[in-house]
């Protein structure tokens, strides 16, 4: 093999795997540019520097010659040197994320480097005359290959693509302990790597990485395995905090509205008094404050409580509930409902029934004020199943990366939040709808402009109450 290709190919697979990882944990929205514009930008880049790497080696060694004998190994770190950090400033510039994320990808990087280069070095003394030619010989070259094609997937498949969601779900102040972590770790290894090559001398390399070849594979996996553990751990335990502050929200907004079902409900068990009080009024030829006491009734009683929805107590009061809301900021509501008592948790009701209809209004009051706003809710029973859908009129969603470009109806994570906070509530309706043997399928039409959530729980014939209305609810299975 040439000085010239293999010296360019050496520096081409060295380099250009560690471009690609800085990019890889981030979605579209982190770019200034567009993603494939990018990545062909540093595919390109790091062709160009690959191939000019053996001129500039020929000159740049003459200068160095003093230092680096007839081997230019100083020269080649110096280049390569330069290379990095130019491809990190390109890194650092074009990805528009917190300063924790980049470097923390960037460590992750130098994980990878950093364990192929102490492969390299540690397998080739096996190889006869390997190390005879500077800077990359044809020996090293085929180590790099070997060890990239059996490195690169394992470090994207176990460690790159946790950490990618780790950096989507988690926000930069609140990881800097997996930062110290990963910070501490892969400079352990590096430390370890320098002391292991400098500690012997080049007679005895090869005594050397036969002790050292075994625990260096151990050490990597086990770190690998470390960091996928790690970031899998801390998605977890945000994950079961937002749902523990989602179902405390929920459960919240359940008692507020039984107890203002509660207060209307004691407000009609009185309406006896009321119209007593009113015919003494009137009797008394007092009008007008009869009048005044009227308008203070009408206003306690809401209009929207006087509309039966089903015969379940809890699905009622939370349609009258939200309807009525909706309606108060004037979007219609068409509501087709039609199920029996069910013995569903009333705070599972709420979180389901909740979130979708919360999502609904949201997206409603979006919309500019000449558009209508509507909102379509069925809800029924199918054999043994209950289902629940949603419809209403939507700006937009935003798709994540995953699931862009797929049609149909599609699960929670395929939509990112657009607010702070709990955003849309989807993945709570996901979650409680599990808990039932069900799913939620979310679904947005860029055509028509529409959402919809449809959502199915899975009910044995024994947990629903004599009288449960099972006929086909034809409504609910259009689309």
């Known amino acids: 093999m040439s000085f010239f290709l293999r010296n360019a190919v050496g520096f081409l697979i060295q380099l250009y795997p560690c471009v690609l990882l800085c990019y890889a944990p981030f979605p579209e929205e982190s770019f200034r540019f567009p993603r494939r514009a990018v990545l062909a930008g540093a595919t390109v880049c790091s062709l160009a520097v690959s191939l000019l790497f053996p001129r500039v080696l020929l000159y740049s060694g003459q200068i160095f010659e003093p230092l680096a004998g007839d081997n ?27 300063a924790i994320k980049k470097i923390l990808v960037l460590v992750m990087v130098e994980f990878y480097a950093t364990t192929q280069f102490w492969l390299v070095n540690l397998f080739l003394p096996f190889i006869p005359y390997g190390m005879d030619e500077y800077v990359f010989s044809a020996a090293s070259v085929l180590l790099y290959v070997l060890t990239m094609a059996v490195l690169l997937p394992v470090v994207v498949l176990v460690v790159m693509r946790p950490m990618a969601k780790f950096l989507q779900e988690t926000d930069a102040g609140e990881m800097t302990r997996e930062f110290r972590t990963v910070i501490f770790m892969t400079n352990a290894t590096l430390v370890v790597m320098v002391i292991s090559d400098t500690s012997v001398g080049y007679s005895h390399l090869a005594e050397r990485s036969v002790l050292l070849c075994p625990l260096a594979l151990l050490m990597i996996a086990s770190e690998c395995v470390i960091y996928r553990l790690l970031f899998q751990k801390t998605i977890q335990m945000r994950e079961e905090a937002r749902q523990q502050r989602t179902i405390e929200i929920q459960r919240l907004q359940y008692e507020k509205i039984t107890r203002e079902i509660d207060h209307i409900s004691r407000m009609r068990h009185d309406m006896r008094h009321h119209l007593n009080a009113l015919y003494e009024m009137l009797e008394q030829n007092r009008p007008e404050e009869a009048a005044s006491y009227i308008d203070g009734l009408i206003g306690s009683v809401s209009r929207r409580e006087n509309q039966v929805y089903c015969r379940d107590f809890t699905v009622n009061a939370l349609l009258q509930y939200y309807v009525g809301r909706a309606r108060d900021e004037n979007i219609d509501c068409r509501v087709r409902a039609d199920c029996g008592d069910l013995t569903i948790s009333p705070a599972d009701l709420t979180v389901l029934i909740g979130n979708a209809m919360e999502n609904a209004i949201h997206a409603c009051l979006r919309l500019p004020a000449d558009n209508r706003r509507w909102i379509d809710v069925r809800l029924g029973m199918i054999c043994s199943s209950l289902v629940i859908e949603t419809r209403n009129p939507c700006q937009g969603a935003h798709i994540s990366d995953r699931y862009r470009g797929k049609m149909g109806f599609l699960p929670a994570e395929a939509f990112l939040s657009e ?44 947990m629903l109450k004599e009288g449960c209305v099972r006929r086909k609810a034809d409504c609910l299975v259009e689309g």
């Open 419 to 462: 607010r702070s906070g709990e955003g849309y509530g989807l993945r709570s309706i996901s979650h409680t709808a599990e808990k039932y043997s069900g799913e939620a399928l979310f679904r947005f039409d860029g055509k028509g402009n529409t959402f919809t959530a449809r959502i199915r729980l899975n009910l044995n014939p024994e």
């Open 72 to 98: 230019y190994n100083v020269s080649g770190n110096l280049l390569f040197l330069l290379a990095a950090m130019g491809a990190v400033a390109a890194y650092l510039w074009l990805i528009r994320e917190k």
